[in-house]
């Protein structure tokens, strides 16, 4: 049995009212338009079927609903997509046991009230927020609740990548190329996103708060050595700040923080980045996870390539099946019959 726990939907109503609300947005707006399986379900349980004992914990898809309008319209943009995806839920049990709530991350007041309706009323299972919240760091003040909320719920955050081709490659440009923003942009943006909250000391305030990473904890397993060794000197290199006294007041070396974060499968089929990221953060935080259909044949490639890597993996059967969905189960307080 395999729970698939980051792939992304549209739920028909919210999809109609993205279209009306910003129609013509583009980067990933034009991607997102151009897939049916976000929104025809009958495609995407055809696709669904060639997996066997397969489910999804579904998520809206990029872009984030922030940056899609103004917050004074974000609050009903998130209401929509979380009723919708409730509504799936409760139809399609067998084939989402889940779902992640959106929110305003541009109206934090109204995000943190729209959260504990979606947990609370809805049964949500996780939420999904972005590496930037509408361009601001996701360590502000403002975003406190959500991380204090779901540390309380005790129920997984998901953390996605966002950028755009307006992040320029260099500071004399005006616009990504090459579509660098994607293909580079996003890995450094959650391992920003990453950083930020190791230093803010989230996990000295909430120990057993659970922020699953997508694409497996980007460059951070990469780097190890520089997010170790490097980290320890955490100051060293700074002339007008002073880091060091920060670094002694942490409780734990840097690179155990970020241990402490869960990571997924989705990476595009690679084998020698999924055991990169297995050894760094280890069997007990990994996720399976597709990020379908978000792949060139619109659903079904990332899942196939992906359960290929995880089958090739000189693991056990049962570390295999925790990555497969016992893992899953823990975190997102599931009780599912195989």
Same mark, same amino acid.
């Given at each position: 049995?395999?729970?698939?726990?980051?792939n992304?939907?549209?739920p028909r109503?919210?999809?109609?009212?993205l279209?009306?609300?910003?129609?013509?947005?583009?980067?990933?707006?034009?991607?997102?338009?151009? !897939?049916?399986?976000?929104?025809?379900?009958? @495609?995407r349980?055809?696709?669904? &079927?060639?997996?066997?004992?397969?489910?999804?914990?579904? +998520?809206?898809?990029s872009?984030?609903?922030?940056?899609?309008a103004?917050?004074?319209?974000?609050?009903?943009? +998130?209401?929509?997509?979380?009723?919708?995806?409730?509504?799936l839920?409760?139809?399609?049990?067998?084939?989402?046991?889940? /779902?992640?709530? %959106?929110?305003?991350?541009?109206? *934090?007041?109204?995000?943190?009230i729209?959260?504990?309706?979606?947990?609370?009323?809805?049964?949500?299972?996780?939420?999904?927020?972005? %590496?930037?919240?509408a361009?601001?760091?996701?360590?502000?003040?403002?975003?406190?609740? !959500?991380?204090?909320?779901m540390?309380?719920?005790?129920?997984?955050?998901?953390?996605?990548?966002?950028?755009?081709?307006r992040?320029? &490659?260099?500071?004399?440009?005006?616009?990504s190329?090459?579509?660098?923003?994607?293909?580079f942009?996003?890995?450094?943006?959650?391992s920003?996103?990453?950083?930020?909250?190791v /230093?803010?000391?989230?996990?000295?305030? $909430? *120990? &057993?708060i659970?922020?699953?990473t997508?694409?497996?904890?980007a460059m951070i397993?990469?780097?190890?050595?520089?997010?170790?060794?490097?980290?320890?000197?955490?100051?060293?290199?700074?002339?007008?700040?002073?880091?060091? +006294?920060?670094?002694?007041?942490?409780?734990?070396r840097?690179?155990?923080?970020?241990?402490?974060?869960?990571?997924?499968?989705? @990476?595009?089929g690679?084998?020698?980045?999924?055991?990169?990221?297995?050894?760094?953060?280890?069997?007990?935080?990994?996720?399976?996870?597709?990020? +379908?259909? $978000? &792949?060139?044949?619109?659903?079904?490639?990332?899942?196939?390539?992906?359960?290929?890597?995880?089958d090739?993996?000189d693991?056990?059967?049962?570390?295999?099946?925790? !990555?497969?969905?016992?893992?899953?189960?823990?975190? /997102?307080?599931?009780?599912?019959k195989?």
């Open positions: 049995m395999k729970i698939d726990v980051f992304h939907i549209f109503r919210f999809f109609d009212k279209n009306e609300v910003s129609p013509d947005y583009k980067d990933m707006g034009k991607r997102s338009r151009n !897939i049916p399986a976000l929104f025809d379900l009958d @495609l349980f055809k696709m669904m &079927d060639q997996f066997g004992d397969y489910s999804q914990i579904i +998520s809206i898809a872009p984030p609903i922030e940056v899609m103004g917050p004074e319209i974000t609050p009903e943009l +998130s209401q929509i997509a979380n009723d919708g995806m409730a509504e839920v409760a139809r399609y049990p067998d084939r989402f046991p889940a /779902f992640a709530a %959106s929110l305003p991350m541009n109206n *934090p007041e109204k995000a943190a729209e959260l504990r309706r979606a947990v609370k009323d809805l049964g949500a299972k996780t939420v999904q927020i972005y %590496s930037n919240a361009g601001k760091p996701l360590d502000g003040p403002e975003y406190a609740p !959500i991380f204090e909320m540390a309380e719920y005790d129920l997984p955050i998901l953390l996605h990548p966002a950028r755009g081709a992040f320029a &490659d260099y500071p004399g440009e005006t616009k190329k090459y579509e660098i923003w994607w293909t942009g996003w890995p450094y943006e959650t920003v996103a990453m950083a930020r909250l /230093f803010s000391g989230i996990f000295d305030r $909430f *120990p &057993d659970k922020i699953v997508h694409h497996m904890g397993p990469y780097f190890e050595g520089r997010v170790g060794h490097g980290w320890d000197q955490l100051g060293k290199r700074s002339s007008d700040e002073d880091y060091e +006294s920060l670094l002694r007041s942490m409780k734990k840097p690179i155990d923080y970020f241990k402490m974060f869960y990571a997924d499968t989705a @990476l595009f690679s084998y020698s980045a999924t055991r990169c990221g297995l050894d760094f953060f280890g069997v007990d935080r990994v996720l399976f996870a597709s990020d +379908s259909p $978000f &792949d060139p044949e619109g659903g079904t490639l990332y899942t196939r390539e992906t359960i290929e890597v995880i090739r993996l693991i056990t059967e049962d570390e295999r099946d925790r !990555i497969y969905r016992r893992n899953a189960e823990r975190l /997102f307080k599931l009780t599912i195989p």
